[in-house]
């Protein structure tokens, strides 16, 4: 064989092995590794997850003629009696308002959204009402410094946040159902019972006394000895 054949023949394939490298180094080993999908954490099972369970919640029926608001003042009727203080000259007054009212004083806004009170039976009482605050600014704008419900007996649960007025619950008026047909007063049950009773009497000290003083029968017949 010619060498310069042979010399040739062994360039070429040095020529498709470098070309077949440069590929794969560019092709392959230089691509970006494939990014791993993290596996997310199940959250753990509850009782909800169950079917067929209501997880401790407990459902009313309330349809047909059962209505837990019956007999008491609809919101509408209801009446607020709120306090509206200005510090800067120490003024105060009371607005008396129904939920949907407004009052304006001065530059200031006092709208009542509702009221509310919890029933006399409850072990814990609060008077509530929504109330909303709206003063007006110097470029004659309208600003709204507080919106929320506003305790009597809590006022530390929210308060109003304005440097110069402020507003507290006075008083909602509403009135609470007493009761169904067959609803008895604790009053009325104690009166009853204190009139009749029917727990068997314990014997008085006089009776008692006779009856230890009765001769009793001889257990054993009389000897006939003389």
């Known amino acids: 064989m010619n060498t310069r054949r042979v010399v040739g023949i062994a360039a070429a394939l040095a020529g498709v092995g470098a070309l077949g490298w440069a590929g794969y180094d560019h ?12 596996a997310t954490a199940e959250p753990p099972a509850t009782s909800l997850d169950d079917i067929g369970v209501s997880g401790g919640v407990e459902t009313v029926d309330v349809s047909g003629d059962a209505n837990p608001e019956a007999g008491t003042t609809p919101m509408k009727d209801r009446v607020a009696v709120l306090g509206l203080l200005n510090k800067r000259n120490g003024q105060a007054r009371d607005l008396k308002l129904k939920p949907g009212e407004a009052a304006r004083v001065g530059n200031v806004v006092v709208r009542l959204r509702a009221c509310e009170q919890t029933a006399p039976w409850e072990a814990e009482h609060y008077t509530g009402a929504f109330v909303q605050l709206d003063i007006e600014q110097s470029d004659k704008s309208w600003k709204r410094v507080h919106s929320g419900w506003l305790y009597k007996e809590r006022p530390y649960l929210n308060v109003v946040q304005d440097p110069v007025y402020d507003v507290w619950v006075k008083s909602c008026t509403m009135s609470f159902p007493t009761g169904g047909p067959d609803t008895v ?10 009139r009749r009773s029917s727990a068997p009497k314990s014997p008085t000290a006089g009776t008692a006394a006779t009856d230890d003083a009765a001769p009793s029968e001889p257990s054993a017949a009389p000897s006939n000895a003389t």
Do not use: D, E, K, Y
């Not at 007063?185 to 204190?194: E, H, I, M, N, Y």
């Open 185 to 194: 007063s604790a009053a009325a049950a104690a009166a009853s019972g204190a």
């Open 27 to 38: 092709f392959v080993a230089r691509a970006p590794a494939p990014q791993q999908q993290t």
